[in-house]
């Protein structure tokens, strides 16, 4: 099952911090297909402080695709000099050959077409024709893999082609039709400047949403280490309120990882997740143990689950998919090791990170 990307309310307080933010650039200025498409292939592994004088000087002498496509060879490379990775330099003209010859000189609008010219992959086909003519494409690149890694925590290293098309789906999933252009690039400078290596969340527009910045593992994303992906386990964890607008805790027993701390009541599977999110065939039979589990004698019938959102918490080996359940249920006779608890009892126990963060969005 895909996961939804940002929700349209983080995406109009990106768009509102890109619209008093972004960066004064010689290449947004004029958003013509051209250069749009000089700026990003120069723009590729060089920084934007060293780019800005040689798209100066090469929109002086190659001011449209006509001249860049009659250019002396020479002339081409003297203007790229300093720049690097010179195939791009040689790869632009050779695209702008056939734009001239087969298509009179204006850029092509078919996804397809542009994606067949010299130098250009999903990236720079993406990004020319969202942020030159508007069209509903998502780019990723290496900042916005990185914003997107850390916003849902999605494992295992961005240059793997699994955790790529997972952040493209992503990306897409949460783009605003009819303002790509904005939303990638904005998507873009937030990777350049605020969701950097090091992040300033205290200055980011998605902190509210950010599971990176929730977790406190903001460097642990994107992974670095091609190799090391957590196994991730589904979980089913019971929210059993009485009729006092209690909630049903139990301590955990032994010195282990979490032993001591009040929990609810949960069963994990020890089988790792091979689907995202979990099917509702692992779920159910989790979701039977659970309730079979519960101690006491049940008095009256229990009310139906309510599912409350999935999400994911991260230990240092291995994470769990929390798939929270709300019930109704009246028990008497508790064992020791349980108790009803209220909102004000709660602060003074110690109940592990991911149940406290259950009941505080529940309120409970
Ligand atoms: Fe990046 Fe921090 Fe913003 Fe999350 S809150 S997207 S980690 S800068």
Redesign the pocket.
């Known amino acids: 099952m895909p996961r939804p990307g940002l929700d349209p309310a983080a995406v109009e307080g990106l768009l509102q911090w890109f619209a008093n933010e972004a960066r004064d650039l010689p290449w947004r200025t004029d958003r013509s297909p051209y250069r749009v498409w000089i700026s990003e292939i120069m723009l590729q592994q060089t920084q934007v402080e060293t780019v800005i004088p040689y798209y100066q000087r090469f929109l002086q002498a190659f001011p449209r695709v006509e001249e860049l496509a009659a250019a002396d060879e020479d002339r081409l490379m003297a203007l790229w000099a300093g720049l690097g990775y010179y195939s791009r330099a040689r790869n632009l003209q050779k695209a702008a050959l056939p734009v001239v010859r087969e298509h009179g000189g204006v850029f092509p609008e078919e996804p397809s077409t542009v994606r067949a010219l010299p130098g250009f992959g999903d990236y720079t086909t993406a990004a020319v024709l969202s942020l030159s003519m508007g069209q509903d494409l998502a780019v990723l690149d290496g900042n916005v893999a990185r914003?997107l890694a850390?916003?849902f925590l999605v494992e295992g290293s961005v240059k793997t082609g699994p955790v790529r098309k997972q952040l493209q789906a992503l990306a897409d999933a949460g783009l605003p039709t009819g303002r790509a252009g904005s939303y990638n690039e904005a998507l873009m400078e937030l990777g350049a400047r605020?969701?950097r290596p090091k992040?300033?969340?205290a200055e980011?527009p998605?902190?509210p949403v950010?599971g990176?910045?929730r977790e406190g593992c903001?460097e642990e994303f994107p992974s670095k280490n091609e190799t090391r992906v957590r196994p991730c386990h589904p979980c089913v964890v019971l929210v059993v309120r009485n009729g006092k607008g209690q909630v049903l805790l139990h301590r955990r027993e032994g010195k282990g990882l979490l032993g001591g701390l009040w929990e609810l009541p949960s069963i994990r599977s020890l089988e790792k997740l091979d689907t995202d999110p979990a099917t509702p065939d692992q779920l159910a039979p989790l979701l039977a143990q659970a309730l079979a589990g519960l101690p006491g004698a049940p008095v009256g019938a229990a009310g139906p689950e309510r599912c409350l959102p999935v999400f994911r918490h991260h230990y240092s080996h291995f994470s769990i998919e929390v798939h929270p359940q709300e019930i109704e249920r009246e028990v008497q006779e508790l064992p020791a090791d349980w108790r009803w608890v209220s909102v004000a009892d709660r602060d003074g126990l110690g109940i592990s990170a991911s149940d406290r963060r259950i009941l505080e969005d529940l309120g409970a």
């Open positions: 914003v850390r916003v605020v969701c992040p300033r969340c980011c998605l902190q950010c990176a910045f903001q």
